[in-house]
């Protein structure tokens, strides 16, 4: 029975684990896919505003419908769509079919964030920092591990046969998720309690607008960055090995964020992020692209942290409120990154990442902007 419970109290880390990995391996493999099915570089990144899109609205609605439907069912949901939309992929023969499966896969992600932050949220009253550690440990680890197949998949296997890979272990755990995730049981008070949250959204803007940026900065990593490279002339493996180097910095500079202080960590994290995007603006050699794909890495872990610690600090009553908000805001930036730098790359690839830094660079100007405003009032 300890056995048990032990295992159901970490499996919510292992679900974020098994998700990133299968998620993350597919980083390079749709764009890539689709660029080998005739899309340009605007339809590519189109794809990414359209994930995006489904994810900010899934987002949103699961803020509506936990109030009805209890977390566990909404979550085992959401993992069933997302192997479904893996298999999906394999019957696609255009661009623009895989719009369809893209928005049932936003649509699948969208529901699953808020609704696991929401249910770790309670850890992080127990335990402030080991929550935030475990939660963003669990699945940028694996990222890693899902970027480290993609190359070596690519090389070995039909794109085809990625996406089985990828879909069957979402279908696999939606079962087992049945009896491991405990069912919420919740009351609904007379107070509003949607309102009351509200409040705490209006407040928490700095928290928003690191979301907004991490969301945009790596949007454009995602969707424009694996095509970028895959033009330019260099091997799928790789492509695969920039990724990695971006998700293992990632997870790393996670663990280290919560070991230490660090002094103007927000500026710190923006400058990183801009001297990556840089970095790749400015330089085509291969050692100095996987330098600037780590240096994102860096950044974006420490702007992720330091936002996602805002939202759990400010959570009292129904998490979902909070993290559904957060995760629509990410998606946001998902949809603004890729959407305006396919624009971009429509005119010269490397704008995208002149972008990236402006971005980062113009953030860390109005965040202190804002704090000289409140230092005068």
Same mark, same amino acid.
Do not use: D
């Given at each position: 029975m300890n056995l048990i419970e032990n295992l159901k109290t970490k499996y919510s880390y292992l679900i974020c684990f098994i998700a990133a990995s299968s998620w993350s391996l597919l980083v390079p493999v749709i764009p890539i896919y689709v660029l080998f099915l005739g899309a340009s570089q605007f339809e590519i990144g189109l794809l990414g505003g359209f994930d995006s899109i489904a994810y900010v609205f899934a987002s949103l609605l699961s803020i509506l419908i936990s109030r009805y439907i209890s977390l566990k069912k909404l979550l085992i949901?959401?993992? @069933?769509?997302?192997?479904?939309?893996?298999? @999906? =992929?394999t019957f696609i023969k255009n661009p623009y079919e895989a719009i369809l499966i893209i928005i049932l896969r936003g649509f699948s992600t969208g529901f699953f964030w808020p609704i696991i932050e929401a249910l770790l949220s309670k850890d992080f009253k127990i335990e402030e920092k080991k929550t935030i550690s475990k939660f963003t440990l669990s699945w940028s680890i694996g990222a890693i591990f899902g970027s480290s197949l993609s190359g070596p998949l690519m090389e070995f296997f039909n794109l085809k046969q990625i996406f089985y890979l990828t879909g069957f272990p979402f279908i696999f755990l939606s079962l087992i998720s049945i009896f491991l995730i405990e069912e919420e049981r919740k009351e609904i008070k007379g107070e509003n309690i949607i309102d009351i949250e509200y409040e705490k959204i209006l407040k928490l803007k700095d928290a928003w607008l690191l979301s907004l940026i991490y969301g945009f900065l790596l949007g454009i990593i =995602?969707?424009?960055?694996?095509?970028?490279?895959? /033009?330019?002339?260099?091997?799928?493996?790789?492509?695969?090995?920039?990724?990695?180097?971006?998700?293992? =910095?990632?997870?790393?500079?996670?663990? /280290?964020?919560?070991? /230490?202080?660090?002094?103007?960590?927000?500026?710190?994290?923006?400058?990183?992020?801009?001297?990556?995007?840089?970095?790749?603006?400015?330089?085509?050699?291969?050692?100095?692209?996987?330098?600037?794909?780590?240096?994102?890495?860096?950044?974006?872990?420490?702007?992720?942290?330091?936002?996602?610690?805002?939202?759990?600090?400010?959570?009292?009553?129904?998490?979902?409120?909070?993290?559904?908000?957060?995760?629509?805001?990410?998606?946001?930036g998902f949809l603004l990154g890729p959407l305006i730098g396919g624009l971009l790359a429509e005119k010269n690839l490397v704008y995208p990442y002149l972008m990236g830094f402006l971005i980062s660079i113009f953030s860390i100007i109005l965040l202190n902007m804002r704090r000289i405003n409140w230092l005068g009032k």
């Open positions: 949901s959401s993992i @069933l769509l997302s192997g479904l939309s893996c298999i @999906l =992929f =995602f969707y424009l960055f694996p095509a970028y490279i895959e /033009i330019i002339g260099f091997s799928q493996i790789f492509i695969g090995a920039t990724i990695f180097s971006f998700f293992i =910095f990632r997870a790393l500079f996670f663990w /280290i964020y919560q070991k /230490i202080s660090i002094k103007y960590a927000t500026e710190i994290g923006l400058s990183l992020c801009g001297l990556g995007f840089l970095n790749i603006f400015l330089i085509k050699n291969p050692i100095l692209i996987i330098l600037g794909s780590s240096l994102i890495g860096i950044g974006s872990s420490i702007i992720y942290s330091i936002s996602l610690k805002m939202i759990f600090s400010n959570i009292k009553n129904e998490a979902i409120i909070l993290t559904g908000f957060f995760e629509a805001i990410l998606a946001i």
